[in-house]
């Protein structure tokens, strides 16, 4: 997979590239406890979706692995968000990579609020409606105070996607502890 002028950034260079497009891993099993648990912080997703916390840990490790850094592609704004789970040893984290598109919708969002862009995250209104994708870019939208109506927009995906307990716990969660918040 490549992602035009994302790996050029890193030094020392990279000798492989470590990007895999894992856009299907959506729809294995364990997939949705593990990301929501792992990049979604939310220590509540292994109950929701009532998976056995050992084959949980097993699955966490593609997410965990220096050789391979699995990317997700969220549509936004009319362009394509890369989320990557960058596995950089003493250097890990995620990483959102936005193209001209999303880049283009977001300064037309300042404009439209006088060149104002409150919060750390993606503007509220960019947050895409489908449940895999909506889920997927959670971590990286918004400000602290979450809108009105979302937190059922999540709990909705949520169930969309598999979770069966404690769905409105899990969406609460989720919110709280979303990167963009958690890492200003």
Request: with cysteine; charged share 20%.
């Given at each position: 997979?490549?992602?035009?002028?994302?790996?050029?950034?890193?030094?020392?260079?990279?000798?492989?590239?470590?990007?895999?497009?894992?856009?299907?891993?959506?729809?294995?099993?364990?997939?949705?406890p593990a990301f929501l648990f792992h990049v979604g912080m939310a220590r509540s997703a292994p109950a929701a979706?009532?998976?056995?916390?050992?084959?949980?840990?097993?699955?966490?490790?593609?997410?965990?692995?220096?050789?391979?850094?699995?990317?997700?592609?969220?549509?936004?704004?009319?362009?394509?968000?890369?989320?990557?789970?960058?596995?950089?040893?003493?250097?890990?984290?995620?990483?959102?990579?936005?193209?001209?598109?999303?880049?283009?919708?977001?300064?037309r969002l300042a404009d439209a609020n006088g060149g104002y862009h409150p919060g750390p995250g993606l503007p509220?209104?960019?947050?895409?409606?489908?449940?895999?994708?909506?889920?997927?870019?959670?971590?990286?939208?918004?400000?602290?105070?979450?809108?009105?109506?979302?937190?059922?927009?999540?709990?909705?995906?949520?169930?969309?996607?598999?979770?069966?307990?404690?769905?409105?716990?899990?969406?609460?969660?989720?919110?709280?502890?979303?990167?963009?918040v958690l890492l200003q």
């Amino acid at each position: 997979m490549h992602i035009p002028g994302y790996l050029e950034n890193f030094h020392p260079p990279l000798e492989t590239s470590p990007l895999i497009d894992a856009t299907s891993w959506v729809d294995e099993e364990l997939f949705w406890p593990a990301f929501l648990f792992h990049v979604g912080m939310a220590r509540s997703a292994p109950a929701a979706f009532d998976a056995d916390v050992a084959d949980l840990d097993v699955y966490v490790e593609n997410f965990e692995r220096p050789d391979v850094w699995p990317v997700f592609a969220v549509p936004i704004g009319g362009g394509m968000m890369h989320l990557v789970v960058c596995n950089l040893p003493g250097d890990s984290g995620i990483h959102w990579v936005l193209d001209a598109k999303v880049r283009a919708a977001l300064r037309r969002l300042a404009d439209a609020n006088g060149g104002y862009h409150p919060g750390p995250g993606l503007p509220w209104p960019l947050l895409p409606r489908e449940p895999a994708h909506l889920l997927t870019a959670l971590p990286a939208m918004g400000t602290r105070e979450v809108p009105e109506g979302v937190p059922a927009v999540v709990a909705e995906s949520l169930r969309a996607v598999g979770a069966m307990k404690r769905v409105e716990e899990l969406a609460d969660d989720l919110l709280r502890h979303r990167a963009c918040v958690l890492l200003q």
